[in-house]
């Protein structure tokens, strides 16, 4: 029993350091996810190990490395939990003031419970409303909820990557791009808002998985294209969708640097999406980003609609632009962001 234990020690041991390796391979970028798990897993460790009488030096050197693996985790994960500190203030509306509610949802294609979505979004009433993995099933059987919406950008496909974009408030420009691959779609739009316009960035890049695709070169690319967007565009904006990535990695920490925008999960909580079915396999991979004008209602996560992500909601309000929270890129990262984004579309386009 206790070689099993040495052995689970070191795999944890191992599964720390994996992360560091600059690498987009899947079963290197997979160790990215379960950040909390393994904090979990590991500071069990290191309590029993504690408790283990007779050590030799050995034993010591394997509980010290769990020691020092329980700091860092808890370093990582610490900003994503309510001791963290926040990037983006929360506020009470003002009087007359009207708040922007978002909703988010990764429907799992072949879900076919379209009605527990309907109900969703009749009882949220969301302003904006966007939906991944959709294809014409999903747009076709969703009508009762979305006929309300006068404004849509639809964009069905039968390749899980589909997307569906609805909203009450008018559209004053609109793309629909395929930055890294010809069959994943990402939008562009520009919102009018109480007399502003607001720009959207709705993305869903690949998972670095074996069925999908194998290394993470393409998502992160994807992802920092947008950042990169984002801060050249300069005004108020938000990015958003399921980006297949978690808070806590270096590509949405680059994001971050690069787009200059702010994480309202940062100091609130993990907000996990990602797995409904799996309660201890659990992480974020549906975001929203914001941009420093924003200010933060409420976000929530919803209840469930029998996919494989819960949905996700978000309030906010347009205030003054305040910029304490916005992190930068130093001489290694703009390289480092430079490099991704090349390899990303030299990818795509080899495929």
Known sequence: MIYVFYCLSIFLIISVLVPFIKSDHWT???????????????????????FIEDKTIYDDIILGLLGICTIYLAWVIIPYTPLGKKMIDQVELKENELPFNLLVA?????????????????????????????NKAWMENIREATNQFEYK????????YGLLFY??????????????????????????????TIRLYGLHPTPPVPQENEESTERDAEILMIGKAAKDYGKACIVFGDMNDVAWSRTTRLFLKT??????????????????KHWFLRWPLDHYFLSSQ?????????DSIDSDHFPISISVVLRNDDTSGEMKLDTEEKQELKEKIEDGIEKGDAN
């Not at 419970?113 to 979004?121: M, S, T």
């Not at 950008?153 to 899980?160: A, F, K, Y």
């Not at 008018?170 to 562009?188: A, F, R």
């Open 106 to 134: 990764n429907v799992y294609q072949e879900n076919d419970h379209y009605q527990k979505l309907v109900d969703l979004i009749n009882k949220t009433n969301p302003d904006i409303v966007f939906l991944l993995e959709t």
């Open 294 to 302: 924003f200010r933060l209602i409420d976000m929530k996560i919803e």
């Open 28 to 50: 290197v970028r997979v160790f990215d996810y379960p950040r909390f798990q393994k904090l979990v897993l590991i500071f069990i460790s290191f309590t029993i190990w504690l």
């Open 167 to 196: 909203s009450k408030l008018p559209i004053e420009y609109q793309e629909v791009n395929y930055l890294i691959s010809t069959e994943i779609p990402s939008i562009i739009v520009d919102i009018k808002y109480k007399n502003q």
């Open 153 to 160: 950008i639809e964009v069905p496909l039968e390749n899980t």
């Open 259 to 276: 787009s200059q925008m702010l994480d309202p999960r940062r100091g609130r909580g993990m907000y996990n999406t990602f797995h409904v």
